[in-house]
Nanobody
């Protein structure tokens, strides 16, 4: 069974940076696309970013493009989300997600990811 454990969330001021980590276990990490989603109170879960199995292809939501960077270290079975210039509207629970399909093309919808972490809270104060 695939397990995903997020870490790195916290309370920061607007303009600050955070790096989220997601450690994966239970299968060969390097074969599968990974993604980050977030859910703010009272809102639906939304796509943030995704990275393909090799790390050479990435996609971002327009709201975070230029501020967030997704990366992965296949040797450590870990995917990261570097978040710069944080805004109060970035406040949410951030979820790591893993595709069920090896070498799959990147997709933005949650239907492209079959495994989910428990989430880590990011709170940005103004």
């Amino acid at each position: 069974q695939v397990q995903l454990v997020e870490s790195g969330g916290g309370l920061v001021q607007a303009g600050s940076s955070l790096r989220l980590s997601c450690a994966a276990s239970g299968r060969t990490f390097s074969n599968y696309p990974m993604g980050w989603f977030r859910q703010a109170p009272g809102k639906e879960r939304e796509f943030v970013s995704a990275i393909n199995w090799s790390g050479r292809s990435t996609v971002y939501a327009d709201s975070v493009k230029g501020r967030f960077t997704i990366s992965r270290d296949n040797a450590k079975s870990t995917v990261y989300l570097r978040m710069n210039s944080l805004k109060p509207e970035d406040t949410a629970v951030y979820y790591c997600a893993a595709s069920e399909n090896a070498f799959a093309r990147l997709g933005r919808g949650p239907e492209n990811f079959g495994f989910w972490g428990q989430g880590t809270q990011v709170t940005v104060s103004s």
